[in-house]
T-cell receptor, first 113, second 114 residues
Framework: DGGITQSPKYLFRKEGQNVTLSCEQN?????MYWYRQDPGQGLRLIYY???????QKGDIAEGYSVSREKKESFPLTVTSAQKNPTAFYLC????????????FGSGTRLTVV | AQSVTQLGSHVSVSEGALVLLRCNYS??????LFWYVQYPNQGLQLLLK??????LVKGINGFEAEFKKSETSFHLTKPSAHMSDAAEYFC????????????FGPGTRLSVLP
């Protein structure tokens, strides 16, 4: 079955470390997204990519970086510049037409220790 | 910026009772409207969507929503709540005045009491 795979499910980061969250999709979707979710809040857009080798900043891009070298993959790196990285991170993808909505992965919970 | 309002950050119902989760949009041009559900520690799952076709939309797990332009609303309902419906629910717009990417509000947490 097609879908989005996020790994790992749980991730622990020490202060000052960079960590990379994986997102892979086999849905042949062009657009991919990264959202951050904090307790009691909605989802906030970090980065998105409409096509390979192109991506745009979302509302809270500071302290994060992404790449889109392949259509299937959209990894997110949480850098040491992100001062409060503990959160639930969600990856999503979508076909070009807006009427299709997003397909989400199952998320990665990142905790700073 | 246009907004979507979900009235009530937390709704509690008894098992078997009617579920009503409210969503109102503010744009003069109706957007596409989506309802998503999120179970604990999981991603979001599409429940149903309004894309300017039928105004009464049926989704998964017995949920449905009716688009009412006169009330600028797209409320989510289910006739009889089940314990498994306990989750977070998000109403999200797309389209004119809302942009090409989803903007999610804080959602509504549904609790189902035995």
């Amino acid at each position: 079955d097609g879908g989005i795979t996020q790994s790992p499910k749980y991730l622990f980061r020490k202060e000052g470390q960079n960590v990379t969250l994986s997102c892979e999709q086999n849905l042949n979707h062009d657009a991919m997204y990264w959202y951050r979710q904090d307790p009691g809040q909605g989802l906030r857009l970090i980065y998105y990519s409409q096509i390979v080798n192109d991506f745009q900043k979302g509302d809270i891009a500071e302290g994060y970086s992404v790449s889109r070298e392949k259509k299937e993959s959209f990894p997110l790196t949480v850098t040491s510049a992100q001062k409060n990285p503990t959160a639930f991170y969600l990856c999503a993808s979508r076909r070009p037409r807006q009427t299709y909505g997003y397909t989400f992965g199952s998320g990665t919970r990142l905790t700073v220790v | 910026a246009q907004s979507v309002t979900q009235l009530g950050s937390h709704v509690s119902v008894s098992e078997g009772a009617l579920v009503l989760l409210r969503c109102n949009y503010s744009s003069s041009v109706p957007p596409y409207l989506f309802w998503y559900v999120q179970y604990p520690n999981q991603g979001l799952q599409l429940l149903l969507k309004y894309t300017s076709a039928a105004t009464l939309v049926k989704g998964i797990n017995g949920f449905e929503a009716e688009f009412k332009k006169s009330e600028t609303s797209f409320h989510l309902t289910k006739p009889s709540a089940h314990m498994s419906d306990a989750a977070e629910y998000f109403c999200a717009p797309l389209g004119v005045n809302y942009g090409q990417n989803f903007v999610f509000g804080p959602g509504t947490r549904l609790s189902v009491l035995p």
